[in-house]
């Protein structure tokens, strides 16, 4: 059984910095793209970063650039991201997904965890 647990969430101020960690079981982790979204209220799922299965290459989108970094650790079985520099637009819950190709569509993940909650106040 595939399992994908974030962690690291929380409520930070403006400007502020969190890390979030995704441990995986039950797959090939060392041969699976991983990627990060995040959902606001009222909003749709949106790519923030991924990263390829050996971490030679790493994707961001554009509002996050030189503000979020994605690693993994292969002998861990895990990803994280470290956010820095947070905005208030920022809050979402952010969730950890695996797949075979490090897109930005959703649709190119198989498994995603529950979420956490990132809380930006201004």
């Known amino acids: 059984q595939v399992q994908l647990v974030e962690s690291g969430g929380g409520l930070v101020q403006a400007g502020g910095s969190v890390r979030l960690d995704c441990a995986a079981s039950?797959?090939?982790?060392?041969?699976?793209?991983m990627g990060w979204f995040r959902q606001a209220p009222g909003q749709e799922r949106e790519f923030v970063a991924a990263i390829s299965w050996d971490g030679g290459s790493a994707y961001y989108t554009d509002s996050v650039k030189g503000r979020f970094t994605i690693s993994r650790d292969n002998a861990k079985n895990t990803v994280s991201l470290q956010m820095n520099n947070l905005r208030p637009d920022d809050t979402a819950v952010y969730y950890c997904?695996?797949?075979?190709?490090?897109?930005?569509?959703?649709?190119?993940?198989?498994?995603w965890g529950q979420g956490t909650q990132v809380t930006v106040s201004s």
């Open positions: 039950g797959l090939p982790f060392s041969a699976s793209a």
């Open positions: 997904a695996a797949g075979r190709l490090s897109r930005a569509t959703p649709s190119s993940y198989d498994y």
